[in-house]
């Protein structure tokens, strides 16, 4: 089966990475049968729906994997992404998580203001990152204390909003600063951001 076919049974697309883990269940679980198993794969993504459909078919990696690897084939790794990192799971765990650049970050939270929060975007006099300079923060941090974003007034005019990365030994690094007008969209816009981190 090819990743088109897949993708048109279960009406929806997959990553290049989603695939690895698919095409090796449907090659390899023993509950794929040979006869009807596109079918069958197809009906254990539908049975999650759009959000949990791949999830059940990487539970089943493990197993698969096993299979593969008795008859000397190589490991699938199961890679997945959110917004802020990249990370492995293996039998249920997650490991090798890696931080994203701060400029995908970036890219990714001036994406939702302006789709989501159209207004409020457009009265932010400007929203930057801090990783191009020296000795700042690059990557999303992946075991920080905490990720706060809040509101102060400016030392002259408006008022900022700040997301910074606290780690566990309690050193704070800018992220991303923004300037608005009123103390309203700060706190609004700080919320917002808030929101995107935990959810």
Request: charged content about 30%.
């Amino acid at each position: 089966m090819s990743k088109n076919e897949f993708e048109t049974l279960i009406g929806a697309s997959v990553t290049p990475d989603q695939w690895e883990v698919i095409e090796r269940v449907y090659n390899f679980h023993p509950d794929i049968p040979n006869v009807g198993g596109k079918e069958k794969i197809a009906s254990i993504w539908k049975s999650g729906g759009d959000s949990l459909g791949y999830y059940r078919i990487a539970n089943m990696l493990s197993r698969a994997n096993k299979v593969a690897m008795e008859q000397g084939y190589p490991e699938v790794i199961d890679r997945r992404e959110d917004e802020f990192t990249t990370y492995e799971v293996r039998d249920g765990r997650v490991g090798n998580e890696k931080g994203k650049h701060l400029e995908k970050v970036y890219e990714f939270i001036v994406g939702k203001l302006k789709s989501d929060h159209k207004e409020l975007w457009e009265n932010l006099e400007y929203f930057t990152g801090y990783w191009k300079d020296f000795d700042e923060l690059t990557h999303w941090p992946v075991d920080p204390r905490y990720i706060a974003c809040f509101a102060v007034p400016g030392c002259s005019e408006g008022y900022y909003v700040h997301m910074e990365a606290i780690t566990r030994d309690g050193m704070r690094r800018l992220m991303f600063v923004g300037k608005c007008w009123s103390m309203e969209d700060a706190l609004a816009i700080s919320n917002i951001l808030t929101k995107l981190v935990y959810g």
